[in-house]
């Protein structure tokens, strides 16, 4: 007797199996190049300010700048994503976007935004990645979050660890925002939304 397989689980496992992942053009924040490669897990290293997503033979291939907890305060464990939001309101009412939770109170997400609005950006905060500067989730630029909610599904494992000998090039140079130029610093650079002055530099 042949056994029937649930049709969510075909689903499932056919989107599992078709899973890819895009390298942005360095620079740019522009993904392209999608490979039949997914991600098996992602490391956040607090040590570094670094996040490490790995693909199915662990092998890293894309590494980030991010912020981790200003005080130390990112959980080192290992977890799994759960909830995924393309905006999400946010403790202090600000917004992230592309947020993906693995903790309960912690999530993988971009740089925050003042409003429900992609240039309302807290471009300070932007130009702190790569060093602790969150409450406590690890924050990205968007180009970065994004890739990471496109790539990952849930129950992917998320490891925080703190370990300064875990250093790898980042796929992208961390960009500064030039925060005395009022046209500009509200976008996040990395963002490819054609309203952005930096897609489009006659606006």
């Keep these: ?36 490669c ?23 291939i894309q590494v980030f700048a991010c912020s981790t907890g200003r005080h130390g305060n990112t959980t080192v464990g290992t977890y799994r994503t759960t909830n995924y939001y393309d905006w999400h309101l946010m403790n202090g009412g600000v917004y992230s976007r592309y947020a993906v939770r693995f903790n309960q109170h912690e999530l993988m997400h971009s740089v925050p935004y003042y409003r429900h609005s992609p240039d309302s950006l807290e471009y300070r905060q932007f130009n702190k990645l790569g060093t602790p500067a969150s409450a406590g989730c690890c924050r990205l630029a968007l180009a970065d979050a994004k890739w990471i909610y496109e790539n990952t599904v849930p129950g992917t494992t998320v490891n925080v660890v703190k370990d300064p000998n875990l250093v790898y090039q980042l796929t992208r140079p961390i960009i500064k925002i030039d925060e005395t130029n009022p046209a500009t610093r509200g976008w996040d650079p990395t963002d490819t939304d054609p309203r952005s002055p930096y897609s489009n530099p006659a606006l």
């Design 38 to 60: 997914p991600v098996s897990s992602i490391t956040i290293n607090t040590a570094t300010e670094q996040v490490i997503a790995y693909d199915q033979s662990n092998a890293p």
């Design 1 to 36: 007797m042949i056994k029937k397989i649930p049709v969510l689980a075909v689903m499932i496992a056919l989107f599992v199996s078709t899973s890819v992942y895009a390298l942005p053009i360095p620079g740019s924040g522009i993904l392209t190049s999608l490979l039949p």
